[in-house]
């Protein structure tokens, strides 16, 4: 149980193009929705929380406008980088929780490799 | 916000049992320990989950002191796919980092 599905596991595109990550919780609800970059060889670092049918809270730093994200349904949000730049070339991670307490886990996508040239 | 200290790294060879440490002082009342295994260019996966006490489950068992101002994961008879990076977070949910982690090694 607790299957995240993100797609796609890989990008590769021009500078300049807008792209669109989807993560999918498949066997349960999921009430909060995590979005993560991270560097090689670097830990993950969140870029932004979000609930259902809610806005999305970001981190400091993280550009709202850059960094689209729609948490439209309980099984579903995306990450839509838009405009992208070589500087944004990462792996981004989604993660899904379907508690609203401190004890239920985070259960994670297996990440998307954006590469921008 | 509960910060994390574990040792950057740590080698063994398969079949030991592997200890990793987090220290975490600073944490909460309401705060759960949750640690995750990552290998390279996929997800973390959930390991375990513990308030207090000791936790253990088909994988790896989770221990932590009555002050919970850190916690050890376990790892039995490791083989040389728990070569991975394992992360201890500290918080609730909407509300934890990741730290560096420990970059574990199995060696044969």
């Known amino acids: 149980g607790a299957v995240v599905s993100q797609h796609p596991s890989r990008v590769i595109c021009k500078s300049g193009t807008s792209v669109k990550i989807e993560c999918r919780s498949l066997?349960?609800?999921?009430?909060?929705m995590f979005w993560y970059r991270q560097f090689p060889k670097q830990s993950l670092m969140l870029m932004a929380t979000s609930n259902e049918g809610s806005k999305a809270t970001y981190e400091q730093g993280v550009e709202k406008d850059k960094f689209l994200i729609n948490h439209a349904s309980l099984t579903l949000s995306t990450l839509t980088v838009t405009s992208a730049h070589p500087e944004d070339s990462s792996f981004y991670i989604c993660?899904?929780?379907?508690?609203?307490?401190?004890?239920?886990?985070?259960?994670f996508g297996d990440g998307t490799r954006l590469s921008i040239l | 916000l509960a910060k994390t200290t574990q040792p950057i790294s740590m080698d063994s060879y398969e079949g030991q049992e592997v200890n990793i440490t987090c220290s975490h002082n600073n944490i909460a009342t309401n705060d759960y320990i949750t640690w995750y295994q990552q290998f390279p260019s996929q997800g973390p996966r959930f390991i375990i989950q513990g308030y207090k006490t000791k936790v253990t489950n088909e994988v790896a068992s989770l221990f932590i002191p009555a002050d919970r101002k850190s916690s050890t994961l376990s790892l039995p008879r490791v083989s040389l796919s728990d070569t991975a990076v394992y992360y201890c977070l500290v918080g609730v949910q909407g509300d934890m980092r990741f730290g560096a982690g420990t970059r574990l090694t199995v060696k044969p």
């Open positions: 993660s899904a929780s379907g508690g609203a307490w401190g004890n239920q886990p985070q259960h």
């Open positions: 066997d349960f609800q999921a009430t909060t």
